[in-house]
């Protein structure tokens, strides 16, 4: 019988680590997904993590759950996504599980809601956290920020559906880089 891989369990137990911070749902895992992939093993780089964050927005289910089985694939192929995928989840089945039976015991406890009011501020901190990170690495021309401020007009303001955005923005990106890239030939040209 063949001894599990050292990177399988490598990679499940440091999702199990980030999963343990469920709280505030998948967008508050990002900076820690970051600092464990990008800074501490290496398995990505920035721009990669960032576009398993698009990719993993785009697909159906949890961002998180989608970028650590992406991570998961590129370190170890089919198993390396089971095993991280398996490791994001398993915090949050183990809590789910527990607070099934006792929910309706703290369900009115205002100790119970004061603390969830100061946990959604904490959750807040961390998901801007990981927008100012991200923005540092992804808007780099003037386009870049009219995108963003579209996208957040039409979502925010507007109540357009995400996927809509998600969809517009693709194309956008595509027309305004091939737009970007044909200037920078015809300035070569004029060279």
Do not use: C
Not at 166 to 185: D, F, N, T, W
Request: hydrophobic letters at 50%; aromatic letters at 10%.
């Amino acid at each position: 019988m063949k001894v599990i891989d050292r990177s399988l369990i490598q990679l499940y137990f440091t999702f199990l680590r980030i999963g343990l911070f469920t709280i505030g749902g998948g967008y508050a895992m990002l900076p820690l997904i970051q600092k464990e992939v990008v800074e501490r093993y290496g398995w990505a780089t920035d721009e990669e993590v960032i576009n398993y964050y698009a990719i993993g927005q785009s697909t159906p289910g949890i961002i998180a759950v989608n970028t650590a089985t992406f991570i998961g694939v590129k370190q170890g192929g089919f198993l390396g996504g089971v095993a991280a995928t398996l490791g994001m989840v398993t915090p949050s089945w183990i809590i789910i599980s527990l607070l099934a039976h006792f929910i309706d015991a703290f369900r009115e406890n205002p100790y119970v809601e004061k603390a969830f009011m100061g946990i959604r501020i904490m959750v807040l901190a961390l998901i801007l956290s990981a927008v100012i990170k991200m923005g540092q690495k992804v808007l780099k021309h003037i386009s870049d920020y009219f995108l963003m401020m579209l996208g957040l007009i039409l979502v925010a303001f507007l109540d357009i559906t995400p996927v809509y955005v998600i969809l517009m923005g693709a194309i956008l990106g595509v027309i305004i880089q091939s737009l970007g890239k044909r200037q920078e030939r015809e300035g070569k040209n004029l060279d």
